[in-house]
């Protein structure tokens, strides 16, 4: 495919089973993706020190032997909620004066079976995707296979897309 | 104060704190937080394969790359300057029943006993170490987001096919938790 017929079908492809997309219109210099880096730095310190990455946690959360995951995870929603809501409410615009979008996800049935595998292999490697980063950085070097592994079950899915149930 | 800091965090810091990531990469630049779209910005940099649900402007997202690396930056330091030397408390009923699959040391976040690269060719370390990662690779994708694209970006803006992904999550989970880990393990 050549440059113009990516540019054409980019969005659609890039938001296909994804929530998490690029929605700026604008080109920046690379250096401008340092902020996300800082971000994702605390964002993996909090993870360490909350033991969110730790197996055992989840292992306690899917017994329901501890409400240390639930509260997490809950209280997150609720400050995302609540900041979302603000955003809306008083048309916050981004640090580069752009306004800040929101593109409805449609239902499919992706969302079910994708997500009953997804919590299989959750509680199986005790980590998410954001875990497997931290994880590798704390050390346990092993952990790099189960980010390969992921990587290639979300090729496999891709190549596997257009005969899966949606 | 660094002594406090080594501490384990509890759950009414590091929640909101996870929370406050939604609002910060909205405005940092209208991104989207989501984490297992880096599994996908991998294989359409590395491995295209002529496959187009792989051919998209990854350069675009390279951003969320960048929030990654961080990631996993974030681990080293809290190791390095952070670290508590204390090993992790968990339920009674949890330490008793990994007892019996011979997994008792709780030294590191993952389980040294299972997760070692030793144990990586064993039947078991494949199943949970190389199974386990495809699951959440293959999954996390078919349902188009993880725990943090479904579970707090998803819910944040109130989509309701991000609560039915959220309860699959937990559903897989429990299942595997309960019914699968113990034969596994067993």
Redesign the interface.
Known sequence: MNNSAIKQTDFEIRAQDTICINESQLQHKWYHNIKYLIVGILFGIVFVKAEVISWFRIQEMFRLQSFHMYGIIGSAIAVGVLSVWLIRKFNIKTIYGEPITFTPKKFNKGQIYGGLIFGLGWSLTGACPGPLFVQIGTGATVVAVVLLSAIAGTWMYGKLRDNLPH | MIEW?KQ?????????????????????????????????H??ATC?P?D???????YR?????L??????????????WL?A?PNP?V??P??VNE?AGYGIND?S????RQL???DY?LSAKGL????????????????????????????????????L???????????????L??PV?LG
């Open positions: 800091l384990p965090w509890p759950w009414y810091i590091a929640g909101p704190l996870v929370g406050l990531t939604v609002p910060v990469l909205l405005i940092f630049g209208n991104k989207h937080f989501g984490i297992s779209a880096n599994l996908r991998a294989c491995f394969s496959i187009k649900f792989f051919k998209y402007d675009k997202e390279f951003w969320n960048f929030f990654v690396v961080g990631a996993f930056g974030g681990g080293i330091i809290a190791m952070l508590d992790i968990v339920h009923a949890l990994l709780y590191s976040m993952v389980p997760y070692n690269w990586l199943m949970m170490m190389v199974g386990g990662g495809f699951l959440v690779g293959f999954g996390s994708r078919y349902a188009g987001g993880c725990t943090s694209g479904h579970s707090i970006m998803g819910l944040s803006t109130l989509q309701w096919p991000s039915v992904a959220t309860v699959c999550f937990m559903i897989g989970g429990f299942l595997m938790a309960n699968f880990l596994i």
